[in-house]
């Protein structure tokens, strides 16, 4: 434990940290985000510490390691797109705070979230849908091409079954047969998956699809993530047949569809991959700006 003594910083330590509280205080942030509960941060980044602001009107998650056991480090974990600064209400506070938190740590990099700018540095690009709309109001905002893949194929169904092993091996396999061949997906990076969505499961905040044709065979498996404010589009692709039919289309749409006039923001989680933001632009989507710090 330790405090900064210019802008009032305190270091907790992984065992110093109530998590019912450490939620409920990120709750009343201005932008609480999934990546910063408890549970998710348990899951991406074991042993995570935390610093707090000016007697808790600011958090920051600390996902630490420490490199041969020596030598302290700060980076953005997998699976986890925005962190940083969370602020109460009505909190201003400088960039330069961020520095104050970071001199204790040999190295750092993370990815400050949407609701504290960081000027000049790096920006990334996510993009988000609000759902407090009615169906058909959104469905106005779709692009020619999204409609066009809608009319393609009909002949599905969408299913929400128990996500066990089986099912977490089907997501795997699905999504290997899309992006395996440029994607390094290790053992290290599965184990991880694996512990977040079961803790994912385990808190209320998993729904687990698969969308089947006629003859029952697969074409889309997806792992969304839910909590107060957002659906996030976490971990979803077509089989090779579900994108001969562009079922991932149809994927959205039925997401839309199911949460529409909710007080709900519909998470993308990116991306800076020209071919991938193209397609979430379909959606009538909004930007959304985020630091890369520093």
């Known amino acids: 434990m330790g405090v900064n003594s ?12 109530d998590k ?11 932008n609480p985000l999934i990546y910063a509960k408890s549970w998710y941060l348990d899951a991406v980044s074991p042993g995570w510490g935390a610093a707090l602001i ?6 920051v998650p600390l996902t630490t390691k420490r490199y041969f056991g020596l030598i302290p480090v700060w980076l953005q974990p997998l699976f986890c797109q925005q ?3 969370f602020l109460k209400p009505g909190f201003k506070l ?8 970071t001199k204790p740590f040999f190295k750092t ?3 400050q979230n949407a609701g504290f700018h960081i000027k000049g540095a790096k920006q990334k690009v996510n993009y988000i849908l609000n759902l407090n709309k009615s169906y058909d109001e959104l469905k106005k905002a779709y692009s020619k091409d999204a409609l066009k893949n809608l009319k ?11 996500f066990t092993e089986d099912q977490f091996h089907t997501l795997l396999s699905s999504y290997l047969s899309q992006y395996g061949a440029v994607e390094k997906f290790n053992s290290k ?17 998993l729904l687990y699809f698969e969308l089947k044709d006629s003859k029952a065979k697969l074409l889309f498996t997806a792992a969304i993530l839910k909590d107060e404010k957002r659906i996030y589009y976490l971990f979803a692709a077509p089989t090779p047949l579900g994108r001969s039919y562009s079922i991932t289309h149809h994927f959205i749409d039925y997401l839309i569809k199911a949460y529409a006039g909710k007080t709900l923001h519909l998470d993308f989680e990116g991306s800076m991959i020209p071919s991938v933001a193209s397609f979430y632009r379909k959606w009538g989507v909004q930007e959304e700006h985020y630091s890369v710090f520093p």
Do not use: M, V
């Open 6 to 17: 210019k802008i009032l910083i305190q270091f907790l330590d992984h065992t110093e940290i």
């Open 20 to 30: 019912n509280w450490w939620d409920q205080e990120i709750g009343q942030c201005t």
């Open 54 to 59: 000016e007697k808790n009107k600011g958090f």
């Open 83 to 85: 962190l940083g600064l």
């Open 94 to 101: 400088e960039a330069s705070a961020l520095i104050a938190i």
């Open 109 to 111: 990099q993370f990815h």
């Open 152 to 162: 393609k194929y009909t002949d599905f169904s969408i299913l929400q079954p128990e």
């Open 189 to 205: 990076k599965t184990k991880l998956l694996k512990r977040l969505l079961f803790a994912a499961k385990a808190h209320d905040s």
